[in-house]
């Protein structure tokens, strides 16, 4: 039986692979930093190594044939994609909603560049181009639970994915034929503007919680403090002011590839109404 390696194994999407994989009766080996740490289910083997580090990831190579890749947010490192080719037949790459890179083009966000990498190898490759993830509200959990979440445009209306659909669409990939090559863009099945996802966790916890808009001036220094980085805030500003005109679009690619509709926002929140109590 072939083994697949999954990296990110612990985090949002990868420990809904690792589970889905190892339920379907696959060999699934976990990339992580902290073997002892790792809460994996019964049969996974947990392998150590850190993606900043290319030489530590060799060993959890041996033998696998399909790798799911995250890249959590590190400067990109070639040599990494260079082994997973070296060793492996088939990735699957939890990317952005980016674009192709034409030749030459410099990439405006690591998954461009990752892509890139990945699709200038010998490597069968999918990639998973997830839409943001319904999981980004968790960053409203304290203002949640103080009955007011103070945002600017609630009227942006938001396509958030369901974290169990990404891992759904990646272990098709990586199980399934007929993958090789395609760039999935993929969404929630709806449109939500964000005051009524603010809503909908409020009804879903049992809270009363409403939306107060807040002027983008003064969002922009709060997100740019939190986030680290001005450039990144103005993006998602800009973004979700363009979302107030024109929602974020919607794909049919996960009820395309699964069969089944792509989950709610508040299926999701009824997951996760724990974490805002
Ligand atoms: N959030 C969104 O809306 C969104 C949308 C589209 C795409 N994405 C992309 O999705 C990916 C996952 O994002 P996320 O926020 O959900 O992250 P995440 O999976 O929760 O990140 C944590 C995981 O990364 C692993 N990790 C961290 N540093 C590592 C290192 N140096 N070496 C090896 N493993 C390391 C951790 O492993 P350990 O067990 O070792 O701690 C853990 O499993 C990112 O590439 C992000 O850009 C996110």
Redesign the pocket.
């Known amino acids: 039986m072939s083994t697949i390696l999954v990296?990110?194994?612990?985090?949002?999407?990868?420990?809904h692979i690792v589970s889905a994989l190892a339920a379907a009766g696959h060999r699934v080996r976990a990339?992580?930093?902290?073997p002892h740490?790792?809460s994996l289910p019964a049969g996974v083997e947990a392998v150590r190594?850190?993606?900043?580090d290319p030489g530590s990831i060799e060993a959890a190579l041996h033998g696998v044939t399909s790798v799911f890749l995250?890249?959590?947010?590190?400067p990109v490192s070639p040599r990494v994609v260079e082994l997973i080719a070296e060793h492996a037949e088939r990735v699957v790459y939890?990317?952005?909603?980016v674009t192709d890179l034409r030749d030459g083009e410099r990439p405006v966000v690591f998954?461009q560049e990752i892509e890139r990498l990945i699709r200038n190898t010998g490597l069968s490759w999918t990639f998973v181009r997830?839409?943001?993830?319904a999981?980004?509200t968790l960053g409203w959990a304290d203002q949640i639970r103080r009955g007011v979440v103070r945002l600017p445009y609630g009227q942006a209306a938001r396509s958030l994915i369901h974290?169990r659909d990404i891992a759904d669409v990646a272990v098709r990939a990586l199980t399934t034929g007929g993958h090789e090559r395609a760039a999935y863009v993929i969404t929630g099945p709806e449109s939500i503007p964000q005051a009524e996802l603010v809503r909908i966790i409020g009804e879903v916890t049992g809270r009363d919680v409403r939306w107060e808009e807040l002027p983008a001036e003064v969002a922009r220094e709060q997100l740019a403090a939190a986030w680290a980085s001005a450039e990144f805030a103005d993006a998602r500003l800009r973004a979700w002011a363009g979302f107030v005109d024109t929602p974020e679009r919607v794909t049919d690619t996960v009820e395309r590839l699964l069969g089944r509709p792509a989950r709610t926002f508040r299926s999701w929140a009824e997951d996760h109404a724990d974490d805002f109590r």
């Open positions: 990296t990110g194994a612990t985090g949002n999407v990868g420990r990339l992580v930093r902290d740490r790792a190594g850190d993606l900043t995250m890249w959590p947010g590190l939890l990317s952005a909603d998954h997830a839409i943001d993830f999981g980004n974290e």
